[in-house]
């Protein structure tokens, strides 16, 4: 099945909050001809658009490809949050890595949303950055936990900005009896990720970068000057950047058998009384659960509550996702249950087995980034700044976030995804002991 059609028509972005309160740079033409330069980068989205900037900043002409347009994909779908650290926690990447290769991993997570909230001010204000990010545990077993990676954080590691939430505390943050502690992270917090996206590909239009949307590469030939072609260009590059993400099909098999798509679901309210947003979440937070398949939530500028999580099986979204999605959001807040939804929408997102970004050396002059795992705000803007620094003959950073283990999913990919059916299925169940 075609991924990027599966659910989607060509060129329309989907019918979500997101797109009807944001002007997109486009549409944008396609590439075509005989087409030269020093970087070709393939994929739109945050990876991509920041690989281009950055690489456009640093003097190189730049030509970026989308299969569709920009922001099409998970970047203009999220949930907006912007989360600190990497997608796995310092005491599990201490395990994995060892302290040494843990501390520069956080290292490159707190400047990944350092940079995240600097373009976001620079070139897409409208974003609207806010902070904080709560961790609600939907377990009272999990609280403890939660508790002790607050206080590991401030000794080990110097970090302040997130603090321990008592099951009272929680309750009078956000309103609902689902939780029973948890933390706050003000290093975090969230922002409008389409809009943000769209800032991020002016600017680097601005810079000099190419941007040529409808443009979907079928085949590589990597050599010298690697050639890719579309079906109406023929682009040579000295260096290639891969940034597809959970939408890269076919067309790498080695980041393919280690990169997997899997569908998310958000749906949006409609607006509320200011008072009564205060009433379910307090201070404007964003919030995200213990689940396995996370429930994340948070408000938007006009006070609609933008709900996130439940799963699916299957390539294709379910036909009412608005009812899907409605059943956790009234399981954490039954008092919103005669708000209307007003929108309600799927996105594609690619995950790893050990749930870390999958940074890979495909040749010498062949590069990808992707595999964020429902962490890529930040870390995706960020790979897209080392992605640019490796070409540039940068690449400690790159190789630090390229050498974290990255094991294929087992059966390649053709067994993939029913076995991750079957995880999905029991991880679920271990949701509701």
């Not at 350092?114 to 976001?120: G, I, K, N, Q, V």
């Not at 980041?255 to 569908?263: D, G, L, T, Y």
Request: with cysteine; hydrophobic share 40%.
């Amino acid at each position: 099945m075609d991924i990027l059609t599966a659910n989607d028509q060509p060129g329309e972005y989907p019918r979500s909050w997101y797109a009807e309160t944001a002007v997109p740079p486009g549409p944008l033409a396609p590439a075509e001809g005989e087409i030269r330069c020093d970087v070709c980068v393939v994929g739109g989205g945050y990876t991509g658009l920041s690989a281009a900037l950055h690489l456009a900043e640093r003097g190189y002409d730049v030509t970026l490809v989308e299969a569709q347009r920009v922001g099409f994909g998970a970047s203009g779908r999220n949930g907006g949050q912007v989360g600190t650290g990497q997608r796995l926690e310092q005491d599990e990447l201490e395990k994995l890595v060892g302290l040494d290769h843990a501390r520069k991993l956080w290292d490159i997570a707190q400047e990944a949303v350092a940079l995240t909230r600097d373009l976001a001010a620079r070139h897409a204000p409208d974003a609207g950055f806010a902070p904080g990010i709560i961790h609600a545990c939907h377990r009272a077993r999990l609280v403890p936990h939660a508790h002790a990676y607050a206080e590991k954080m401030a000794r080990d590691y110097g970090y302040d900005q997130i603090r321990p939430l008592s099951r009272e505390e929680l309750r009078h943050l956000v309103n609902s009896p689902a939780y029973h502690g948890g933390d706050i992270d003000m290093g975090g917090g969230h922002l409008h990720p389409l809009r943000y996206a769209f800032g991020l590909a002016r600017a680097a239009r601005a810079a000099g970068a190419r941007i040529m949307e409808m443009s979907r590469v079928t085949r590589i030939e990597p050599g010298a000057r690697v050639v890719l072609h579309t079906d109406k260009a023929r682009i040579s590059a000295e260096h290639v950047v891969l940034a597809c993400n959970g939408y890269l099909g076919g067309l790498q098999p080695e980041v393919a058998r280690r990169v997997m798509p899997i569908n998310n679901f958000i749906i949006a309210t409609e607006p509320m009384d200011p008072a009564a947003q205060e009433e379910i979440l307090r201070n404007n937070h964003a919030v995200a659960d213990t689940k396995f398949v996370v429930n994340y939530f948070r408000f938007s500028h006009d006070h609609r509550l933008l709900f996130g999580g439940s799963e699916s099986y299957g390539y294709r979204f379910p036909r009412d996702i608005a009812a899907l999605v409605r059943r956790p959001m009234l399981e954490i807040f039954p008092q919103l249950k005669n708000v209307r939804i007003t929108h309600a929408w799927g996105g594609t997102l690619g995950i790893t087995m050990n749930r870390m970004p999958h940074f890979a050396r495909i040749r010498g002059n062949i590069l990808s980034a992707s595999g964020y795992s429902g962490h890529g705000v930040a870390m995706a803007t960020m790979g897209g700044r080392l992605l640019a620094e490796a070409i540039a003959g940068q690449a400690e950073r790159f190789d630090v976030m390229a050498s974290v283990p990255s094991r294929p999913f087992p059966g390649g990919t053709s067994l993939r995804w029913p076995l991750l059916v079957l995880a999905m299925v029991w991880f679920s169940l271990r949701d509701r002991l």
